[in-house]
């Protein structure tokens, strides 16, 4: 009587590690040949819009040797033209996460009268064609301004230029991750004694980081390629108000090719470091919530 059970534990014990082995076997070959024909137009699609175009520029910022990239980004026109760049829309995006999210909570959690024409109003910037925006804020705060407020020719147009064309990124990928939450936790978390602040940290916010990066990333690498918008309002003063686009076109209306590829090359490096930034933030805030 005592012996069938302990001639039924080997048997079973197989047969389990068998059954547990085969999900992963059918994980690891997921990849149908559609899967794979897809997959591959995705990826050839993608290198001839983006990654090839960067390798080319690469290439061409590589050509006149290490020498000739470190005295081209260097040059004290073209670094007084990279820092403000980076500068103003770092602050541009700092501000865009605290407004665009702000916006984004009012347009989700509240009911007010022209709701629906601050919905239209905020993908403005998205339609209007950046050298139309710029004419726009010339007309309200270049000279005559009827506001009374002539910023132009200074580097608060290259702020203010940035703050118009980037303001719609974090709201709309703030907006719908905020409008998927389950306001049932928000209210269970309340009656357990948590206060609003509480409540906001722990439940929403680890929820929203991502979205809030992402648009941050997105507010970032716009600010940076920025042109259209400032031709108008900022004056492209050397030293004073001219951004790195700016520079970069004046390259090649000198026909240097390489010192223009040069100039992108540094925008690129440092784009792609904000990015993997805020991505390595939006980890560590999310697990810690």
Do not use: H
Request: glycine share 6%; aromatic share 6%; charged share 15%.
């Amino acid at each position: 009587m005592t012996t069938t059970p302990l001639l039924d534990r080997p048997a079973s014990g197989p047969r389990t590690r068998r059954r547990s082995a085969r999900p992963r076997a059918r994980t690891a070959t997921n990849l149908t040949m559609t899967s794979g024909i897809g997959l591959g137009i995705a990826m050839t699609w993608f290198s001839l819009l983006v990654l090839i175009p960067l390798c080319a520029v690469i290439v061409t910022a590589s050509e006149g040797g290490w020498a000739n990239f470190w005295t081209t980004v260097t040059n004290d026109q073209t670094a007084a033209a990279i820092k403000l760049t980076v500068t103003q829309a770092a602050l541009v995006t700092l501000v865009n996460i605290f407004m665009g999210t702000l916006i984004a909570w009012v347009l989700v959690r509240d009911r007010f009268p022209g709701k629906a024409l601050l919905e239209i109003m905020i993908d403005i910037p998205f339609a209007l064609p950046t050298i139309v925006a710029g004419l726009v804020l010339l007309s309200l705060y270049g000279r005559g301004s009827p506001l009374g407020v002539d910023i132009a020719n200074t580097r608060f147009s290259v702020f203010l230029a940035f703050l118009f064309v980037t303001l719609p990124f974090i709201v709309r990928t703030v907006q719908p991750v905020l409008a998927e939450l389950d306001r049932d936790v928000e209210e269970a978390a309340t009656s357990l004694g948590a206060s609003r602040f509480t409540t906001f940290r722990r439940i929403i916010l680890p929820a929203l980081v991502p979205a809030i990066a992402a648009g941050a990333a997105l507010s970032f690498a716009r600010g940076v390629s920025e042109y259209g918008s400032l031709v108008l309002l900022s004056g492209n003063l050397p030293f004073k108000t001219e951004v790195t686009s700016v520079r970069i076109l004046g390259s090649i209306e000198n026909d240097n090719v390489a010192a223009a590829a040069s100039t992108a090359t540094v925008l690129l490096v440092v784009s792609l470091s904000v990015i993997v930034l805020l991505d390595l933030i939006q980890r560590r805030v999310s697990r810690r919530g």
